[in-house]
């Protein structure tokens, strides 16, 4: 079920409760999507009104690598991932997707097909909008399409820093950068962070193209030295701090 974060709600009377008011659920929102977040409530209800709502559940597929539709997304609830798979089958994975974020949007723009393919992390809640939707929204809407550029500009950023770190270094510094990356993203706790869930090996190995193997050995080395420590499902970066100046080391900083 959608979350309650996400969900309008309305008061009426329940009779078998003699009266007493309680909530009753309506249709999902897109108040938490952050491209949105700018916009007033009656702009945001007739987006709304455009768009689609399918529940996905875990592993099942949202869009294929370079397939030819051209819908946007916003994930309303849950994960997602991005990935794509190679002829010889290994997974390449890119970026995993929450709760307020959108993907599909560059066929909208550029009428290309897609880049990478998208699939259910968790139980997703997703809403979709044709692509001339999504193009007369831009132009009708400033403020969207001045979000929408800003985090085009962030994913280019952070791709750049990628591209970069495959090709000047080491698997272990690759895997650094990813742990620190991670980190950077997940609640603080001092100098430590809560990575929650914890990543498997091979997510790990996926996103910066090396094997498990190489992964399991660097996570020990680091938690031998005391910067990381794996607790119940949660990978405890204990020293940020020190994992970051080991990066900055290594890229040249």
């Known amino acids: 079920m959608p979350s309650i974060l996400n969900m309008r709600y309305s008061p009426c009377l329940d009779e078998a409760n003699h009266g007493a008011p309680h909530m009753t659920k309506s249709e999902p929102s897109l108040a938490g999507i952050r491209l949105f977040a700018v916009l007033p409530e009656d702009a945001l209800a007739r987006i709304e009104r455009q768009c689609s709502w399918r529940r996905y559940e875990p592993e099942a597929s949202i869009i294929d690598y370079l397939d030819a539709s051209d819908d946007v997304f916003f994930i309303v609830e849950g994960e997602a991932r991005v990935t794509i798979y190679s002829l010889a089958g290994k997974t390449v994975s890119f970026r995993e997707l929450g709760s307020g974020e959108m993907f599909g949007e560059y066929p909208a723009i550029d009428l290309g097909s897609r880049?990478?393919?998208?699939?259910?992390?968790?139980?997703?809640?997703?809403?979709?909008?044709?692509?001339?939707?999504?193009?007369?929204?831009?132009?009708?809407?400033?403020?969207?399409?001045?979000?929408?550029?800003?985090?085009?500009?962030?994913?280019?950023?952070?791709?750049?820093?990628?591209?970069?770190?495959?090709?000047?270094?080491?698997?272990?510094?690759?895997?650094?950068?990813?742990?620190?990356?991670?980190?950077?993203?997940?609640?603080?706790?001092?100098?430590?962070?809560?990575?929650?869930?914890?990543?498997?090996?091979?997510?790990?190995?996926?996103?910066?193209?090396?094997?498990?193997?190489?992964?399991?050995?660097?996570?020990?080395?680091?938690?031998?030295?005391?910067?990381v420590e794996r607790r119940a499902g949660t990978l405890l970066i204990k020293d940020t701090d020190r994992l970051a100046s080991m990066v900055h080391e290594a890229i040249g900083e």
């Open 115 to 227: 880049s990478a393919s998208v699939e259910a992390k968790t139980s997703c809640l997703v809403a979709s909008m044709s692509a001339s939707a999504f193009r007369t929204l831009l132009q009708s809407e400033p403020t969207v399409a001045d979000t929408l550029i800003r985090q085009l500009v962030t994913t280019i950023r952070r791709l750049t820093t990628r591209v970069y770190e495959f090709s000047t270094l080491a698997v272990n510094n690759r895997i650094q950068a990813e742990i620190l990356r991670l980190a950077n993203l997940a609640p603080r706790d001092g100098e430590g962070a809560h990575i929650v869930p914890a990543p498997t090996h091979l997510e790990i190995a996926s996103r910066i193209s090396t094997h498990r193997e190489a992964v399991t050995r660097e996570l020990n080395r680091l938690s031998k030295i005391g910067i």
